[in-house]
């Protein structure tokens, strides 16, 4: 659940994030429609690179992308502004995955590492899920440190995931306990 448009687990996320998560200099809340632009403008070659963007990213594929239900910005206390984006992901079987990114402006600061920490507190109080995961891409070195920073331990590579497009991209998962 959290994949699609049509599984995006909209009922269940509501109620996990009815209210902004408060990180201090950030939130952590559901994605408005009027996020979109300001969204759109923090995709730059890095984030193309890391996650397989197409080049040509658009309004209407950025709406389909963030306004799921397991999709999440991390939003700048002051302004309210999007600084990036988190996604939830719920496997059968109990597991949680979460991802995460960021704008240029955004980096550097371990935003990742604490927004990923607020929500995964956050799901782990409403679901008590029964492993968390991540899947970082080979040699994303800000990603692994993220991980390893919030508590999850590398387990090894995981089938190459295929993007719209046929870009291929190798993983390797990371695990925590609860
Ligand atoms: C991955 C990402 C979310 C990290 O977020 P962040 O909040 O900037 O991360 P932090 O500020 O906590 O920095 C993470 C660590 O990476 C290190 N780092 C930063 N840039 C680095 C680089 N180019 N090479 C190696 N390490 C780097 C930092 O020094 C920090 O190390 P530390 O934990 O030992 O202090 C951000 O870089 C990003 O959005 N990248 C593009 C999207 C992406 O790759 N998403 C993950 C997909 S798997």
């Not at 996320?13 to 632009?37: K, N, Y």
């Not at 090894?156 to 719209?164: A, D, I, M």
């Amino acid at each position: 659940m959290g994949y699609t448009p049509a599984d995006d687990g909209r009922e269940v996320f509501a109620e996990i994030l009815s209210e902004p998560l408060d990180g201090g200099d950030f939130t952590v809340r559901h994605w408005r429609d009027d996020d979109i632009a300001p969204a759109l403008a923090l995709v730059d070659d890095e984030l193309r690179r890391r996650l397989g963007f197409p080049a040509g990213l658009d309004e209407t594929t950025a709406r389909d992308l963030l306004l799921q239900g397991g999709a999440v910005t991390i939003a700048d206390a002051g302004t309210d502004l999007p600084l990036g984006g988190m996604r939830v992901f719920l496997h059968d079987g109990g597991a949680v995955e979460f991802g995460y990114w960021l704008g240029p402006d955004g980096r550097g600061r371990g935003l990742a590492s604490r927004g990923l920490q607020l929500l995964s507190d956050r799901v782990v109080a409403a679901l008590d899920p029964a492993r968390l995961e991540l899947r970082t891409g080979v040699g994303n070195e800000p990603s692994e440190r993220v991980a390893a920073r919030a508590g999850y331990t590398r387990v090894g590579p995981e089938p190459p995931l295929v993007y719209p497009g046929g870009r291929v991209v190798e993983t390797t998962l990371w695990v925590r306990e609860p």
